[in-house]
């Protein structure tokens, strides 16, 4: 069964551009959470939608992120513009809806911001 | 002074030794609890999970033990192998959906 599909793995550009990531759940998953992953702060969510819908996003840190998930297969979240402190590796994780079971990750997109 | 970055706990074990990783948790709320493992390059992969009204679970190599009197989570792997080497993170369930994550540990393993 395919996991969680993430895009693109690497992304370099300069500040002040819009920065788009991608994500694929795994299917039947109704549950769709993002990550961000630094040295100084460890594993954060930033955002999570249950049924295509943003239930949570206290986590998102500022305007300048956004996070939207058209259908059940798949979700963006985009920054612009973008700033050389984003420079993270940001993941997306799918799980069922039920509270009580794992969430499962994708790969992560390694984001730098020059 | 100011951190400049997590330090994260270490472990390093002789191949063939157990190992047993500990995490504190926050929230004495929490009712489910996510072992994962992440190598370098990849995303947290999940090993194994446990609810609250459980003090202990077994898979495959690996153990947890929760003690939620003193909000403490174990994971003990046994017979180590070089392939274990890798960040593990505790993960607690706070709310609903929301996984809060711990610092994690670096375990090393040494043929």
């Known amino acids: 069964d395919a996991g969680v599909i993430q895009s693109p793995r690497h992304e370099v550009t300069e500040m002040g551009q819009e920065v788009t990531l991608r994500c694929k759940p795994i299917s039947g998953h109704n549950s769709l959470f993002w990550y961000r992953q630094t040295m100084m702060r460890g594993l954060e969510l930033l955002i999570y939608f249950n049924n295509n819908v943003p239930i949570d996003d206290s986590g998102m840190p500022e305007d300048r992120f956004s996070a939207k998930m058209p259908n059940a297969s798949f979700s963006t979240l985009k920054i612009q513009p973008s700033e050389p402190r984003d420079s993270a590796v940001y993941f997306c994780a799918s799980s069922t809806a039920d509270s009580n079971q794992p969430q499962h990750f994708g790969d992560g997109t390694r984001l730098s911001i020059l | 002074g100011e951190s400049v970055g997590l330090h994260l706990p270490t472990l390093s074990v002789q191949e063939g030794d157990n190992s047993i990783i500990n995490c504190a948790y926050s929230?004495?709320?929490?009712?489910?609890f996510i072992w994962y493992k992440q190598e370098s390059g990849k995303g947290p992969q999940f090993i194994i999970d446990i609810r609250s009204n459980m003090d202990k679970r077994q898979g495959q190599r690996v153990t947890v033990l929760l003690n939620k009197t003193v909000k403490h989570l174990s994971l003990q792997i046994a017979a180590t192998q070089p392939g274990d080497s890798a960040v593990y993170f505790c993960?607690?369930?706070?709310?609903?959906?929301?996984?809060?994550f711990g610092e994690g540990t670096q375990l090393t393993v040494n043929p």
């Open positions: 993960a607690e369930n706070t709310s609903g959906s929301r996984l809060t």
């Open positions: 929230n004495s709320a929490s009712d489910y």
